[in-house]
């Protein structure tokens, strides 16, 4: 069974930072890709960033310049670095993760960003 966790959401004031962790493990270890979604209350889901298992990375317009996606190099944990937050940023985070041509997902982590 292919599980991820999260960890790093939290309340930060606009203009903060926080860096988000996404840990992929189970039978089978590696990732093709992995991604952030996040999902604001009463609003569609969406895309946030992407990185390949060659490192090739994709950020959506809304958080290009400010947010980083990055992985270890076990390449099964995948990381966001959100910085000049926002309080449109705030958002459940939902991290996933390819194996074998199939998308398994996190429980997501709330990340509040007050004014």
């Known amino acids: 069974q292919v599980q991820l966790v999260e960890s790093g959401g939290g309340l930060v004031q606009a203009g903060g930072s926080l860096r988000l962790s996404c840990a992929a493990s189970?039978?089978?270890?590696?990732?093709?890709?992995m991604y952030w979604y996040r999902q604001a209350p009463g609003q569609q889901r969406e895309f946030v960033a992407t990185?390949?298992?060659?490192?090739?990375?994709n950020h959506a317009d809304s958080v290009k310049g400010r947010f980083t996606i990055s992985r270890a190099n076990n390449q099964n944990t995948a990381y966001l670095q959100m910085n000049s937050l926002k309080p449109e940023d705030t958002a459940v985070y939902y991290c996933?993760?390819?194996?074998?041509?199939?998308?398994?997902w996190g429980q997501g982590t709330q990340v509040t960003v007050s004014s």
């Open positions: 996933a993760a390819d194996i074998l041509h199939r998308r398994y």
């Open positions: 189970g039978s089978i270890f590696r990732s093709d890709a």
């Open positions: 990185i390949t298992s060659g490192g090739t990375t």
